[in-house]
């Protein structure tokens, strides 16, 4: 199942997370310090929900064991190529610069100590799919952003388990208690927003309360107020705005936990119902792309970050005026854009096709 507008907010939520992880100091202090650039770490619950919302939908009932294998593999053919890939070029990149390139080019990459065993240990967490937990140490993985594929995946092993062996009547009782249980740890723990350790937890509440949008989803057929649309970014930048002020005091953990998952589910569920103004701008072209790429928009801009920031402003002596990086800025998205469209479809669709035929039982 695939919602053009729910795959255009995808898309320009994988570009506020982009923000979010920009570097300030490439960045004018007003645009870096407004809150919701500040914020957008919070998108990735949109992502979490949305995937059960949509796992739901198409996987409501899995009978065998071999239906669940199918599943599984079609949710790891779907994901991990771009993961892997995204990780093994972080860490031959960083192996590269830091053991080669940094005798020739001093002044473009950092002088500071080189760990192997340290860039090594992030690598095998990512591509064993625990750097959102503390199995294989407290990494959120080379490239940081897989942390969120690790719950993901994680999250469909769990949910693909319960629907095999948990009888219908409890199977929604168990999974509530799953909501209830990652947010009391992670509350106890006193961190939600994060991903190393226990960004596995986080995972299963965005995840699981998407399954609980399907449910509502499909109780009846229902319509609401087009009009109501334009609520939702009123809404989420108020949300934002609240949280950015909590936070500089300490105490926006609670609020945090409480109302991002929860308003993600709901608008959700309320864009599914509707047909308005915020639907039809969704839904054109640009952010239509802006979703196709989305995913490899998340896995690919740390690496970009890295590879292509620096090196612009010490190749081209560029001075850090406020304009200039604006343009900066514009020429990294632009550069991100075009890159993730050329692993979308090398990678994401060719060789993912290529797995399909290869693997899947048919």
């Known amino acids: 199942m695939r919602i053009n507008k729910l795959d255009g907010l995808r898309g320009v939520f994988s570009l506020m997370v982009v923000l979010y992880h920009y570097p300030s100091d490439f960045l004018p202090s007003w645009f870096y310090n407004n809150f919701l650039i500040r914020e957008s770490y919070v998108f990735v619950d949109f992502f979490f929900v949305l995937s059960g919302f949509v796992i739901s939908y198409n996987y409501n009932s899995l009978d065998t064991f071999h239906s669940f294998l199918n599943f599984f593999k079609k949710r790891l053919i779907r994901l991990y190529p771009l993961h892997f890939y995204s990780n093994v070029l972080f860490l031959l990149y960083i192996i590269f610069t830091k053991t080669l390139l940094i005798k020739y080019f001093p002044d473009l990459f950092e002088s500071n100590n080189f760990s192997f065993k ?51 009547k409890i199977r929604g009782n168990i999974y509530f208690l799953i909501i209830i249980i990652s947010s009391i740890i992670c509350y106890v723990y006193g961190r939600f927003f994060g991903g190393e350790i226990i960004g596995f937890l986080r995972g299963f509440v965005g995840f699981f309360l998407g399954y609980f949008v399907y449910k509502i989803y499909s109780l009846k057929k229902f319509s609401l107020n087009c009009s109501l649309e334009i609520l939702i970014p009123f809404l989420l930048l108020l949300i934002l705005f609240v949280l950015n002020k909590l936070n500089t005091t300490g105490n926006g953990l609670i609020f945090g936990m409480i109302t991002i998952p929860l308003f993600f589910s709901s608008s959700i569920l309320f864009l599914l119902k509707t047909n308005g103004l915020l639907t039809r701008l969704l839904e054109t072209r640009v952010f239509q792309f802006l979703g196709k790429v989305s995913f490899s928009v998340y896995l690919n801009h740390s690496i970009l970050l890295i590879v292509i920031l620096k090196s612009i402003y010490k190749i081209f002596k560029i001075n850090k005026t406020d304009l200039n990086m604006i343009c900066v800025l514009m020429i990294y998205l632009t550069i991100l854009l075009l890159y993730s469209y050329l692993t979308c479809y090398f990678i994401e669709e060719k060789f993912g096709k290529f797995l399909k035929n290869r693997f899947l039982n048919n």
């Open 118 to 168: 340290y860039y090594f240990q992030s690598f095998i967490d990512s591509v064993f799919l625990t750097n959102s937990t503390p199995i294989l140490g407290q990494t959120l993985g080379i490239n940081g952003p897989s942390w969120s594929i690790s719950s993901e995946i994680i999250s469909y092993l769990v949910f693909g388990v319960g629907l095999i062996f948990l009888p219908k």
